[in-house]
T-cell receptor, first 115, second 115 residues
Framework: NAGVTQTPKFQVLKTGQSMTLQCAQDMNHEYMSWYRQDPGMGLRLIHYSVGAGITDQGEVPNGYNVSRSTTEDFPLRLLSAAPSQTSVYFC??????????????FGPGTRLTVT | AQTVTQSQPEMSVQEAETVTLSCTYDTSESDYYLFWYKQPPSRQMILVIRQEAYKQQNATENRFSVNFQKAAKSFSLKISDSQLGDAAMYFCAYLLTGANSKLTFGKGITLSVRP
């Protein structure tokens, strides 16, 4: 099992450019999430999904879109990058519903810089 | 909304000594999970320990243990016999049972270990 994979690891964008951060998991987890990590802020939830075809907004969704067409993939799209979106982005997945579960498996992160 | 507070931004401990990292949270729910995550310089998020709110017994994992005070909404992490490899950022996190994708994180604490 590869677990949760994210690509790219690093990315530099110019203001106004768009891009997609890729996230994939091979554990057949129902639940997937995107977080951003900023200095002194911890991790904050951007969007999440409770299964294929179902997504919802987290704490800081503005400027980001997601979709979940398959169980495995949960891409995060930046529509028009802004310097305020400079951050480290983490994708996570978890198996839902099982008693004693709830552990989140995190990808390695993507460091995004918007100039 | 749930909040998680880690009031100490930095702590330091002598190798082989014991250190306690503090965390408080605010929730009106009774069924939830609490976690401590470690983030070393590699950036990878590593689960250290998990506590189910319905369990009165404090969780332990080798040198790591928690002091869970449900009424006081306190969840501290004790690291015994500190090792150089314990130096990292540590995040406390809350998960409402059933909201499997939605972790709420504290801002984190940077732990340094002195040789």
């Amino acid at each position: 099992n590869a677990g949760v994979t994210q690509t790219p690891k690093f990315q530099v964008l110019k203001t106004g450019q768009s891009m997609t951060l890729q996230c994939a998991q091979d554990m057949n987890h129902e639940y997937m999430s995107w977080y951003r990590q900023d200095p002194g802020m911890g991790l904050r939830l951007i969007h999440y999904s409770v299964g294929a075809g179902i997504t919802d907004q987290g704490e800081v969704p503005n400027g980001y879109n997601v979709s979940r067409s398959t169980t495995e993939d949960f891409p995060l799209r930046l529509l028009s990058a802004a310097p305020s979106q400079t951050s480290v982005y983490f994708c996570a997945s978890t198996r839902g519903g099982a008693l004693g579960s709830y552990e989140q498996y995190f990808g390695p992160g993507t460091r995004l810089t918007v100039t | 909304a749930q909040t998680v507070t880690q009031s100490q931004p930095e702590m330091s401990v002598q190798e082989a000594e014991t250190v306690t990292l503090s965390c408080t949270y605010d929730t009106s729910e009774s069924d939830y999970y609490l976690f401590w995550y470690k983030q070393p310089p590699s950036r990878q998020m590593i689960l250290v320990i998990r506590q189910e709110a319905y369990k009165q017994q404090n969780a332990t994992e080798n040198r790591f243990s928690v002091n869970f005070q449900k009424a006081a909404k306190s969840f501290s992490l004790k690291i015994s016999d500190s090792q150089l490899g314990d130096a990292a950022m540590y995040f406390c996190a809350y998960l409402l049972t059933g909201a499997n994708s939605k972790l709420t994180f504290g801002k984190g604490i940077t732990l340094s270990v002195r040789p």
